[in-house]
DNA sequence: AATGAATGAGCGTTCATTCAT
DNA sequence: GATGAATGAACGCTCATTCAT
C-alpha cells in the first residue's frame, strides 16, 4: 500500500527538528516556513514580502532573520529540506514494491498524493522549477536527478522482467513520465484542486504502459 | 511537410504590424517586444527592469510608455499577440495533415520546432505557465485549451480511423501529450539548448502511440 | 598675497564642472554634496541618513543615485574632488612664494583660511581623518601625504637657507607642525567658530620657528 | 622617573571598583567595558554593535544592559571613568617633578606612554574628540580642559623660573602642545604602532622649547 | 543576576512611472 | 514622437532594546 501522507504527517514535524537542531524553538523555524511556502504560493517569490510572511507566521519581521540568513534562504531551505522529504519518500515507496509496475504505481501514487496534500508546496514547487533561476538551481537540479534516477531503475527493472519493452530511448522515457505526471498536477492546481488527484494515478500510468494507439491497427506496430 | 519555422519568419513582422495597426513607426514596438522577451528571459519578469529592456531595445526608458501601458502590458501582449501567433501555426500545421497519426506528429514537430527557433520565447513561456500569477492567467488558460482543443481532436479523429484505441480518458491524455513535449522542452532548456530538439519528436511519438510496456507481455493488455 | 579663499570661490563649482563632467545638471551633483558635507558635519557620516541629504538638497532620496553610487561613494567623491582641491590650493600657494618663511606662513594661512571659508568641509575632515575607518583611508593617506612633503619642501629649503636648523627629526618636523595646525582648527570648530582663525597663523608660525623656550636661558641651548 | 604604566597597572582594577562602587561582580562591568573598548577601535563606535561587544566580553547581550543604561552610556562611560584615570595620571605625573622642563617632559612621556599601552583607548580618544558628536561632549571638553590646564601651570612656571620666554599667547601654546602631541599618537597609530612612541617625546620637546628656527639667524629674531 | 529570543522602528537602495523639454 | 532626469513608494535587512524564563 501507499498511504504515504499518513507517514510524513505523523513524524514531519519531528524530523525537521532533527534536519534543523534547533530543539525545542523549532516550532517558529517550521512557522516561518510554513508561511513563506504560503505565501510564495498566493504571490510567488519576488512578489512576496518579508513582513507578508511575518504577519502569516505571526511573528516580526527581524525574527524571519533568527531563522534564515535572507529571503533567498528561505527558498533554499524549503527546497533543501521540506521538498527533500517528500522525494525521500518516493524512494521508501518504490522500495516497498517489488515489481517495476508495482513500483511505478506507488511512485505515481505517491507523487500525486503529497502534492494533494500540500498543495503550497505544489504550487511553489511547479514555479520555481521551471524558473530560469539561479537561486535554486542546483537544488532543483539535484531533486529532479534523484526522480529520474527512480525512474530509471523501474524501466530497467521492467525490461529484465520482461514487462517493459527493450526498445527504449531511456533519457526521454523519464521526462516522458515526469512530464505527464507534472502536467497533470499543474492543470489540477490551476482548476483549483476541485477534483481527487490521486484518481488519475491508475489512468496515467495505463497511458505510460499501453500508450494511446491501438495495439490491432497494424499500423502502430513496428 | 513541417517547415513551420519558415512560414513565420517569412511574414513574421507583417503579421505583428496588423495586429499592432500601428503601421508605421511599428518597428519600434517590435523592437521592444523582442527586447522584453530577451530580458525577461535571461532574469525572469519580476526582475527584468524597464531599463534593461529599453536598453536592449536601444531606446529610452520613456519610449517603452508609448507603446505600452506599464510593465504588466509588455507580458500580456507577448501573450496576447507574439505568442498567440506560434499556436495558430500549430493549428496551421495539423490542418495540413490528413489522418490522426501524421497530424499529432506535425503538431509535435512544429511545437519542437517553434521553441527551438525562439528560445526566448520559449523560457519566457515555460515560467509563465508554471506561475500562480494573476496577470497573464486568462492569456494562458486560452491557449493552453487552443491545444488541448487540437489534440483532443487529433484523438478523436484517430479513434474514428481505428488507429487510437477507444477507451481513453480524453481529458487525461490531453494532458499527458502537453506535458510530456513540455518537460522534453524544459529539460532541453536547462540543458542549455545544446541538442536538436525537433530529433525528439518521432521517439516521443512512439511513447505516445504505443507506450512503454511489451505489449507481448499478457499482464499488459487489457 | 595669499587670498586663497577667492581663488576657489571665483571658479569652485566651474572646476567641479569639469571634473565631473555632467555639464549642466552638475547644479545638482553640486547641491547633494553640499548638503551631504553640511549633514556629514551636523550628524556625522553614520548618523546621517540619505533622506536628510536629500531633504537638504531639494531632491529626492532617488535622486541622489542618479549623482552617487551609494552613501559612501558621496564621502569618496568630497574626498576625491572637493577636498582635494583645497590641497592642490595649498601648493599653489607655496610655489607663489620665495623664501621658506614666507612658504610656510601661506601655507599656514591658506590651510586656516579654508577651513574657515568652509566650516562644513573642516567639520567633516576632522572627523573623518581621524577615524579608524577603511571607508577613505586611502584618500586621507594620500592627502596628508600631500600636506606633510609641501612641509618637508618647506623645510629643506629653509635648511638650505640658513633659516632653519639643520639637526632635526624630518619626519616628527613634519607632524609637529601639521598637527598644531589641526589642533587650533578642532579648538576654533568647538568654540563655535566665534574667532577669526586666521589671525591665529602668524602666532603659531612663531612658536613652530622659535618655540617657547627662553633663548637666553642657557639650559635650552644645545 | 615616569614609570606611569606601571602605576596603573598596578592597582587598575582596585581602583576601578572604587569608582565604580559595585564591589562583587565588578568584574564583569570591566569586562564589558574593556570590550566596547576594542570593539569600537575596531569598528568605530557607530558601527560596532552590541551584539559584537557582548560576544567579545562573553556575556549575553542582555548582560550588557545591567550595567550600561545603553550603548551611548558605554561610551559616556569610558570616558567619564576609563580615560579620566589617565589624565589623573598626567597629574600625578606633573607633580611628581620640580621645574617647568621636567613637568612638560613627565607629562609628555606619560601621555604617549599611557596611550602607546592602551591602544584601543587610544584610537576611540583619538575618534571621538575629532567627532562633532553631543554624546560626549562635555566630558571630551572637561578632559581636555584638564590637560590644557597642565600645560597652562607648566608654561606659567616656566615663565617664572626664566626658562620659558614671556611673550606668548597662552592659550594657543596649549594647543600647540596638546596637538603636536595628538598628531605624534595619530600618525603612530595609522602606522600600526610599528615603532616606539615614548622615544617620540625627547625630539618633540626639544622642538616645543627651541622651535624649528636657526637662533644664529637675525631674521628669526623678534 | 543572567540569558538570548523576539521585537519593530528605521535605513539604504531600487525601479516603475511621469513629464518637462 | 522621443527622451532621460526626477520621483517617492516600497522593500530587504539591521540592531538597540526588552522581557519572560
Known amino acids: ?3 504515504c501522507s499518513f507517514i510524513v504527517r505523523s513524524n514531519g514535524s519531528k ?3 532533527i ?12 512557522r516561518i516556513l510554513e508561511a513563506a511556502v504560503k505565501v510564495f504560493a498566493k504571490k510567488g517569490f519576488y512578489q512576496a514580502t518579508i513582513s507578508q510572511i511575518a504577519k502569516e ?4 519581521d527581524g525574527t524571519i532573520y533568527l531563522y534564515f540568513k535572507n529571503k533567498d534562504d528561505i527558498l533554499i531551505q524549503f527546497f533543501t529540506y521540506k521538498t527533500r522529504q517528500v522525494f525521500d519518500l518516493f524512494r521508501q515507496e518504490v522500495d516497498n514494491a517489488q515489481n517495476a509496475a508495482e513500483k511505478l504505481r506507488n511512485l505515481i501514487r505517491c507523487h500525486l498524493a503529497e502534492f494533494q496534500r ?9 514555479a520555481v522549477t521551471r524558473q530560469n533561476d539561479q537561486l535554486v538551481r542546483n537544488e532543483i537540479r539535484e531533486m529532479t536527478k534523484l526522480y529520474l534516477d527512480i525512474v ?3 524501466v530497467e527493472q521492467g525490461q529484465a522482467e520482461g514487462t517493459i519493452r527493450k526498445n527504449l530511448y531511456l533519457s526521454l522515457v523519464k521526462r516522458f513520465i515526469l512530464g505527464a505526471v507534472d502536467e497533470v498536477i499543474n492543470t489540477w492546481l490551476r482548476s483549483g484542486g476541485k477534483y481527487d488527484l490521486v ?3 491508475d489512468p496515467l500510468i495505463d497511458l505510460f504502459i499501453r500508450g494511446i494507439g491501438n495495439p490491432e ?6
Open 19 to 30: 534536519i534543523n537542531g534547533k530543539g525545542k524553538s523549532n516550532n517558529k523555524y517550521n
Open 152 to 154: 530509471a531503475e523501474i
Open 217 to 222: 491497427n497494424s499500423s502502430n506496430s513496428q
Open 199 to 201: 484518481s488519475m494515478a
Open 118 to 126: 500540500d498543495r503550497n508546496m505544489a504550487i511553489v514547487y511547479q
Open 1 to 3: 500500500m501507499n498511504e
Open 15 to 17: 524530523r525537521r527538528s
Open 57 to 60: 507566521a505571526g511573528v516580526a
